[in-house]
C-alpha cells in the first residue's frame, strides 16, 4: 500500500512539476508574444515617424519655393517694393497662395500687413538673412502680436531680376495649419504627434496639451535617468531614437527623427491602448490554451484515472484577421470572402456570423463548399452547389475575360430561409489564365425575390381576371343580344300587326299596348348597362334630399302590388318599426334599391309564394341619425351557396333550369352593391335553394324634418322611369304613339282609319285615351297648353316629328328649328310673347342646345330672358340634368319622352 501510495503520489507530483512546468513555459510565451508585439509597435511607429519626417520636409520643401516664386514674381515688377508693399497686391496674392498670410518688409525692417500698422521686425533673424540674399524657414516662439507659435517662409525681394534687394516677402503657418498636418493613428486609437526644434522646444504638436512644452526640461523634471540621457543625446546627435514608456493603459512606443532638410524634429508615439490590444488579441487564443490546460491538470489530480481518456480532447483555436476592407464594398455586400485556389484555403473577411451557426473563419475550400451545400434547400439544389462550386467547375466557367460568376439560391441560415445572391470575383489569376484568387459575396435578396414572385403572381391574378371577365363580357353579350332581339322582334312584329290589322282598332290598341311594353322592357335593359358604365367610370353622382321613406314604401307597394297579385304571389309590407320616416337621402338611389331588389323577387318566385317588404329602424348612439334596415325576402327559388359568393359580380347569373326563363342582364344586383356602397351602406344575402332568398340593406341616415315638394316630385318623376325598367307599361305610352307615326310615314301614308286619318279619332282623343286622369297630372280649370306656341329645336326629323306631334296632341301650335342658331334668329325676329315655351335638344350641329341655351339667358330683351326651356334630351344621367339647369334651362325631360311627363311639365311651367 505504501508503494502505491508512494507511486500516487509522485505520479502527482509528476503532474505538478509538469504543471508548474508549462506555467512557467506559458507565462515566457506570453512574455516573447509581449516583446514581438512592443518589437513590432515600434517598427510601426519607427516607420510612421519616418513618412512624417519626409512628409513635413516635402512640405515645407514646396511652401519654400512657393514664396520664392511669388518674390520672384514681385520682382519682375517695375517697381518691385512699391508693388510689393501695395495692400492690395498683398491681399490679391494671399488669396491664390497657400499661405494664411503674406506679409512684405522693406529695406528698413518695417514690416507691412494688409490692415496694420508697419512693425520693426529688423532684429528678426530672416530679416537679416533676407537682406542678405538668402531665403528660408524659421519657427517664432509666441509671437509679438498673436503670441503663437508661427513658421514664417521668407524670400528676398530684388528691384528686376538682378537688382538690389529692396524688401523681403515674409508668409507664415499658423500651429493650427502644421497640427492638421500632424494628424495621425494607429487601430483608431489617436497618436501624439510633436514637431520640435533641436532644443527641444514644440512647434507644434496634434494634441494642443503638448504646445509650449521642451521636451528636454520636461525629461529633466520627470528625473532623467538613462531615457532623458538618451532623448537628450539624440537632440544634439540629430540621430533617430527609437524607445518604450509605460502608461496606466500599457506600454507605449516613441520614436524621434530628424526633418530632412530643416533644424527640427518629429517625435511620434504609437498608443499604448493599441499595444495592447494588439497583445490582447494576440495572446487571445493562448489565454483560453491556458485555462483549458488549468481545468484540465486539475480534473486529472482530482481524478487521474476517471478523467484520463478526456486529457486527450481537441483543443480548437481560431484567429481572426482583421482587415481593412473598403467601405463602399462592405456595404454593397453581407459576406466577403478571400479563396485562394493555389493555397486551397478561404479567409473570412467581413461579414455577420449567425451565432449558433458556427462558421470557420479560415480553413480548405472544400470545407467552404461543403458547408454552403448544407445551407442550400433542396437537395437538387444542393447537387448543383456542389457541382457548380468545385474548383474544376469553376475554373472552367472563369475563363480568360469572364470575371465574375453569379448565382442565386435559396439558404436557410439557423431556421432562416433567406434569397442570397452569390458572386464569385476573379481578383488573380495564374500564368495559365486559370484563377487564381478569388473574391466570394453574398448579398440578401430575400424582399427582391418576394416582389418578384408578388408581381408574378399579381401579374398571373390579372390575367386570370381578365380572362375571367372576357369569359363573363361574352356571356353577357351573348345573354344581352338574346334578352334586346327579344323585345324587339316583339316591337317589330306588332308594328307589322298592326299595320295589317286596318280598322280593327280593338288589335292596334293591343298591339300598341304590346309595344309599349316591350319598348319599356328594352329602355331598362339599356339603363342598366348605363348605370353600370357610370358606376365603373365614377361618374355615379348623389343627389342628396329630404325623403319620406313611408311615401317612398307606399309607392313601392302601388308598383308592385298588381304585379304580384298577376303573378299569383302574396306581397306583405312592414313598416311598423318606423320611427323617423323623413330622412336625409337620395331618393332615385333609394327608389333604384327597390325596385331592382322587388323586381328580382317578383321574377325569382313562383306562383303561389310570397315576397316580404320589410323597414326597421334601430337607435344608434349618434343623435339626430338612425340605423335603417332593409329586408327583402322572397319564397323563391333560391341560391346555390356556391353561387351566393359571386351574386354581386357583373354580368353574372345561375345556370338552373329553374332560372333560364327569366331575362336579364345580370347587372341588377352589381348595380344595386355599388349604390348601396356609394351610399355608405351595407347589403348581406342569404339563400337556399329550393326556400327562397333575404336580402339586408342597412344605412345610417340622419333623420329630416319634411320632405321638400321638390323631392317628392322627383320621387314621383323617378318612380315612373324606373316602372319602365320593371315592366310597367306607363312611362313609354308616348313612345308608342311616336314609333306609330313614324311607321305610317316611313310606309307613305296613314291606314284608313289610324289616328289621325279621316274618320278617325282625333290626336287629342288619342291622348286622352293614353293617359287617362288616374295617371296623368290633373289638368287646371283654365289649362295653359292649347292655343300656346311651342319652338321646338331638334335636328333629327323623326324625334322632331313625334314631339310635334305630341305637342299638337296637347292642343299646342308648333314650329321648329334644326339646331340652336337658327332657334335664336326665329326668337329675336319673332314678336314679345309670341312663343310661350322652347323645347331644347342638347346634341346638335352649329349650336348645340346648352350653349343655345345660354344666349337666350343672356338676350337683352327682356321677354328672351324670362322665356321658359325644356330640355328635351337623349342625356339622362344626373349630371346632365344639373348641366342643364346650370346652363339655365326650367326642367329636363329624358328621352323617349312619355306624353304624361310632358304634360305635366308644361302645365307646371306655363300655369
Not at 292649347?786 to 329645336?793: F, H, I, Q
Amino acid at each position: 500500500m505504501e508503494d502505491e501510495g508512494r507511486k500516487y503520489w509522485l505520479s502527482v507530483a509528476a503532474f505538478v512539476v509538469v504543471f508548474v512546468a508549462v506555467i512557467i513555459t506559458f507565462s515566457m510565451f506570453m512574455q516573447q508574444t509581449s516583446n514581438r508585439i512592443v518589437s513590432q509597435s515600434s517598427q510601426y511607429v519607427s516607420d510612421a515617424t519616418d513618412q512624417t519626417a519626409k512628409l513635413v520636409s516635402t512640405f515645407m520643401g514646396n511652401t519654400q519655393r512657393d514664396i520664392e516664386t511669388i518674390a520672384a514674381l514681385a520682382s519682375s515688377s517695375s517697381d518691385a517694393a512699391a508693388a510689393a508693399t501695395s495692400e492690395e497686391w498683398l491681399l490679391s496674392v494671399s488669396e491664390i497662395a497657400p499661405f494664411d498670410t503674406i506679409d512684405f518688409v522693406d529695406a528698413d525692417g518695417m514690416q507691412h500687413s494688409p490692415g496694420r500698422d508697419p512693425v520693426d521686425v529688423s532684429d528678426r533673424a530672416y530679416y537679416q538673412n533676407a537682406m542678405a540674399g538668402q531665403s528660408g524657414i524659421e519657427c517664432v516662439l509666441n509671437t509679438r502680436l498673436t503670441h503663437e507659435n508661427l513658421v514664417y517662409f521668407y524670400a528676398p525681394v530684388r528691384d528686376g531680376a538682378d537688382g538690389p534687394i529692396t524688401g523681403l516677402l515674409l508668409a507664415h503657418y499658423s500651429e493650427e495649419r502644421l497640427t492638421e498636418l500632424l494628424q495621425n493613428s494607429f487601430f483608431g486609437y489617436e497618436s501624439h504627434v510633436l514637431l520640435c526644434l533641436y532644443d527641444g522646444e514644440v512647434i507644434a504638436a496634434s494634441d494642443g496639451r503638448f504646445t509650449g512644452m521642451n521636451l528636454l526640461k520636461e525629461a529633466a523634471l520627470q528625473g532623467g535617468g538613462s531615457g532623458g540621457r538618451q532623448l537628450e543625446r539624440a537632440f544634439e546627435t540629430r540621430e533617430g531614437l527609437t524607445f518604450t514608456y509605460d502608461t496606466a493603459a500599457g506600454v507605449g512606443s516613441a520614436c524621434l527623427k530628424s526633418v530632412p532638410g530643416l533644424d527640427w524634429m518629429v517625435l511620434e508615439t504609437f498608443p499604448a491602448p493599441a499595444t495592447e490590444q494588439m497583445i490582447n488579441a494576440a495572446n487571445e487564443g493562448g489565454w483560453s490554451a491556458l485555462f483549458i490546460i488549468v481545468l484540465v491538470f486539475m480534473v486529472v489530480i482530482v481524478g487521474i484515472i476517471v478523467f484520463n481518456n478526456r486529457r486527450h480532447r481537441r483543443l480548437a483555436l481560431s484567429m481572426k484577421d482583421r482587415i481593412d476592407v473598403q467601405t463602399g464594398v462592405g456595404k454593397l455586400t453581407e459576406r466577403l470572402v478571400l479563396i485562394d485556389f493555389n493555397q486551397d484555403r478561404f479567409r473570412y473577411m467581413s461579414g455577420p456570423v449567425t451565432p449558433g451557426d458556427p462558421y470557420n473563419l479560415e480553413g480548405s475550400y472544400d470545407e467552404m463548399v461543403t458547408r454552403l451545400t448544407r445551407l442550400v434547400v433542396g437537395e437538387d439544389a444542393k447537387r448543383e452547389v456542389a457541382e457548380q462550386f468545385s474548383r474544376e467547375a469553376v475554373a472552367a466557367a472563369m475563363v480568360p475575360g469572364v470575371d465574375n460568376l453569379g448565382f442565386e439560391y435559396r439558404l436557410n441560415r439557423c431556421g432562416e430561409l433567406k434569397w442570397e445572391d452569390i458572386n464569385l470575383i476573379c481578383v488573380e489569376r495564374n500564368d495559365d489564365g486559370t484563377p487564381a484568387r478569388v473574391v466570394y459575396t453574398t448579398q440578401d435578396v430575400t424582399v427582391m425575390k418576394t416582389r418578384e414572385k408578388q408581381l408574378q403572381q399579381a401579374m398571373e391574378d390579372s390575367y386570370r381576371a381578365a380572362i375571367a371577365a372576357n369569359n363573363a363580357k361574352s356571356d353577357f353579350l351573348s345573354r344581352m343580344s338574346h334578352d334586346i332581339r327579344t323585345p324587339m322582334n316583339a316591337i317589330i312584329g306588332m308594328t307589322e300587326l298592326a299595320r295589317m290589322s286596318g280598322r280593327d282598332w280593338e288589335r292596334v290598341d293591343d298591339c300598341l299596348a304590346k309595344i309599349t311594353l316591350s319598348s319599356n322592357h328594352l329602355l331598362g335593359l339599356i339603363n342598366e348597362v348605363l348605370d353600370l358604365s357610370m358606376i365603373e367610370n365614377g361618374r355615379l353622382v348623389l343627389n342628396m334630399g329630404m325623403v319620406d321613406l313611408r311615401a317612398l314604401v307606399d309607392e313601392m307597394e302601388t308598383m308592385f302590388a298588381q304585379r304580384c297579385e298577376e303573378s299569383g304571389l302574396r306581397f306583405a309590407v312592414d313598416v311598423r318599426h318606423l320611427i323617423h320616416p323623413i330622412v336625409q337621402s337620395d331618393a332615385l338611389r333609394l327608389q333604384q334599391i327597390f325596385t331592382n331588389m322587388l323586381g328580382n323577387a317578383v321574377k325569382f318566385t313562383s306562383t303561389g309564394g310570397s315576397i316580404t317588404l320589410r323597414l326597421i329602424e334601430h337607435p344608434v348612439r349618434i343623435e339626430g341619425c338612425s340605423d335603417y334596415e332593409f329586408i327583402f325576402s322572397d319564397t323563391g327559388c333560391g341560391m346555390d351557396p356556391a353561387f351566393v359568393e359571386h351574386v354581386f359580380e357583373p354580368f353574372t347569373r345561375e345556370h338552373d333550369s329553374r332560372t333560364e326563363h327569366v331575362e336579364g342582364t345580370g347587372l341588377g344586383l352589381s348595380i344595386v352593391q355599388s349604390v348601396v356602397s356609394l351610399m355608405s351602406g351595407t347589403i348581406d344575402v342569404e339563400s337556399e335553394p329550393g326556400r327562397g332568398t333575404t336580402f339586408t340593406v342597412h344605412f345610417n341616415l340622419r333623420h329630416g324634418t319634411s320632405a321638400r315638394k321638390g323631392n317628392v316630385t322627383h320621387v314621383e318623376r323617378a318612380d315612373a322611369q324606373d316602372a319602365a325598367k320593371a315592366g310597367a307599361p306607363s312611362v313609354a305610352a308616348g313612345l308608342a304613339d311616336g314609333a306609330v307615326a313614324a311607321e305610317a310615314s316611313a310606309g307613305g301614308g296613314v291606314p284608313a282609319g289610324a289616328p289621325g286619318a279621316p274618320g278617325a279619332p282625333g290626336a287629342a282623343d288619342v291622348a286622352a285615351a293614353e293617359v287617362p286622369a288616374s295617371e296623368g297630372v290633373p289638368a287646371p280649370a283654365a289649362d295653359p297648353l292649347p292655343g300656346a306656341c311651342a319652338l321646338l329645336v331638334e335636328d333629327n326629323e323623326l324625334n322632331s316629328e313625334i314631339a310635334a306631334a305630341l305637342l299638337e296632341s296637347l292642343g299646342m301650335t308648333v314650329e321648329c328649328a334644326f339646331d340652336g342658331q337658327e332657334a335664336l334668329a326665329m326668337l329675336e325676329a319673332a314678336e314679345p310673347g309670341h312663343f310661350a315655351v322652347v323645347l331644347m335638344d342638347i346634341q346638335m350641329p352649329v349650336m348645340n342646345g346648352l350653349e343655345a341655351t345660354r344666349c337666350i339667358r343672356a338676350s337683352e330683351r327682356a321677354d328672351l330672358r324670362d322665356l321658359p326651356v325644356v330640355v328635351l334630351s337623349a342625356n339622362a344621367f344626373a349630371e346632365d340634368v344639373l348641366e342643364s339647369k346650370r346652363a339655365g334651362a326650367d326642367d329636363h325631360l329624358s328621352k323617349p319622352i312619355s306624353i304624361k311627363d310632358l304634360a305635366a311639365t308644361l302645365r307646371g311651367i306655363l300655369g
